[in-house]
């Protein structure tokens, strides 16, 4: 049993900590300023891809140490990447009595959440996240992913919602929906797209919703 739950967890507008100013603290401020999250780092001083979020106003930095529960008191998450594990064990102590979530860079199995590798094709996203055992090989995959899954998939994602309520309107029967995303999902049409060949892909799509079962 791995005592974790894949999950996606929405952030946007959701304040959250990170405690730490080295470049693990500056990954887990980018992933979570990523996913819409108001981030304010604690941390004497940053690291220069810390320093670069905070120029671009992804994140917002208090230039001392951690000074006690206050610190976490509005969290949703806190991220601990201290370098120190005293520290860390005392931060994510904090964070636990106001409920945040907590994410420990020095020993992720001992937070409540682990940071994935991630591949993001628009609102398509693909996560791989190996407990913590092995980030190399996560990156490994998450770059197999990125060679296989291009921007195409994004892009029959983005026909697929604005497609929704034509569908559900035009088709009634289940079988006829059915068969009708399973096609417009189909290795063709993703390859049509992948080429650029977009006139075939509006005709195909005006021929499924015509006929959706075949």
Not at 51 to 58: D, P
Not at 90 to 115: E, I, K, N, T, W
């Amino acid at each position: 049993m791995s005592g974790h739950c894949p999950v996606s967890l929405r952030l946007v507008g959701r304040p959250c900590v990170v405690v730490g100013g080295a470049d693990a603290a500056a990954g887990v401020a980018a992933g979570l300023a990523g996913a819409g999250g108001e981030v304010l780092v604690i941390a004497p001083q940053l690291s220069g891809l810390l320093e670069s979020l905070v120029r671009g106003g992804r994140v917002q930095w208090v230039a001392r140490e951690y000074a006690g529960p206050p610190d976490v008191a509005r969290a949703m998450v806190v991220g601990i990447a201290s370098g120190d594990p005293d520290l860390d064990r005392r931060v994510a102590a904090d964070a636990r009595r106001v409920r945040a979530l907590v994410h420990l860079s020095g020993d992720p199995l001992q937070g409540d959440l682990l940071f994935p590798e991630v591949l993001r094709r628009g609102a398509l996203t693909l996560a791989v996240e190996t407990q913590g055992q092995s980030p190399a090989l996560a990156r490994r995959i998450r770059h197999d992913l990125d060679a296989t899954y291009g921007p195409e998939y994004g892009v029959v994602l983005e026909l697929v919602t604005q497609l929704g309520g034509a569908m559900t309107a035009r088709v009634a029967d289940p079988g006829g929906r059915e068969a009708f995303w399973d096609r417009l999902v189909s290795q063709e049409v993703i390859a049509m797209i992948r080429e650029g060949r977009l006139a075939e892909v509006e005709k195909e799509v005006g021929r499924l919703l015509s006929h959706p079962s075949g």
